[in-house]
């Protein structure tokens, strides 16, 4: 018999490569997506696809609900689903931040409680990818920030619980990548720029302006989906697997930076964010 996996986020530049990479192994795969473009996209590039669920990862509750209806049996997970809103946090709408927790963090618990029976069965595998902002409070991110943050304190908390039955939880912690939310970022700019109050704009305009520049400027020597999806799998079959998994040097880079002090850090990210 096969190996089963479920991919959540299977749409995406990531998820779509895990579910391709994973059906190269002969596993059986199945794909969560949001709605019925998704799934229709999810079907024409990996044809392979057992199934696909569509799941709305903005309601963990039913995430719960529906993986319980649908799975039977399972080997490994990866949660590839995330959203990344951007603008400083003075002014970001705080129903966005309760959407980008509940998409970003409360959803990974969510599949993590549907799933775990059945991990516990195949002592099998779940990898989550985080980034280095689950590590470095980076500006005009915090959103985001904040989802990663909390991401990587529960995954903490699930590896060393689940442990106990054979199951293993990995985080992937990957820097900058070439993805449709990076380009929706930069495309944003202008527009969300020109929403700005006059209050707005002269407090924090400068930040739109450094953001695109460094996201701008990073573009080419972001990772390809392909090599973070191998981490992915990777960390999903290592004989002697690892808690976290860095990949890029951007997130090697400043991981390190967060085991600085806190004036140290925050003079780092001043130096090449500007300000």
């Known amino acids: 018999m096969s190996k089963k996996a479920l991919v959540v986020g299977a749409a995406g530049g990531v998820g779509n490569e895990v579910v391709k990479q994973l059906l190269a192994k002969g ?58 809103p951007y603008g400083p946090l003075e002014i970001a709408p705080l129903s966005m931040l309760r959407r980008t927790l509940e998409i970003n963090t409360i959803s990974g618990l969510a599949v993590y409680q549907a799933a775990m029976p059945l991990l516990r069965a195949s002592k099998g595998r779940i ?21 990663k943050h909390a991401l990587e304190g529960m995954a903490d908390v699930m590896r060393r619980e689940a442990q106990a039955f054979g199951v293993h939880v990995a985080l992937v912690e990957p820097g900058g990548i070439r993805t449709p939310m990076v380009t929706g970022q930069l495309d944003g700019l202008a527009r969300d720029r020109a929403k700005l109050s006059a209050e707005e704009e002269s407090l924090y305009g400068n930040l739109f302006d450094i953001f695109g520049k460094v996201a701008g400027g990073a573009w080419e020597n972001m990772l390809e989906p392909s090599v973070v999806a191998a981490t992915v799998v990777q960390a999903l079959h290592d004989a002697a697997p690892q808690a976290r998994y860095q990949i890029g040097d951007d997130s090697k880079f400043l991981c390190d930076v967060a085991r600085k002090t806190d004036p140290e850090i925050d003079a780092v990210i001043k130096g090449f964010w500007g300000g």
């Open 27 to 84: 596993y059986s795969v199945i794909g969560t997506v949001l709605n019925d473009a998704e799934a229709a996209h999810v079907q024409k590039q990996t044809p392979g696809v057992e199934k696909v669920i569509k799941l709305d990862l903005s309601d963990a509750d039913s995430v719960v609900r529906d993986l319980k209806q649908q799975l039977t049996a399972l080997d490994y997970v990866a949660v590839c689903a995330a959203i990344s």
């Open 127 to 147: 990898a989550l990818i985080s980034s280095f902002a689950g590590k470095v409070g980076l500006p005009f991110i915090g959103q985001y920030v904040a989802s």
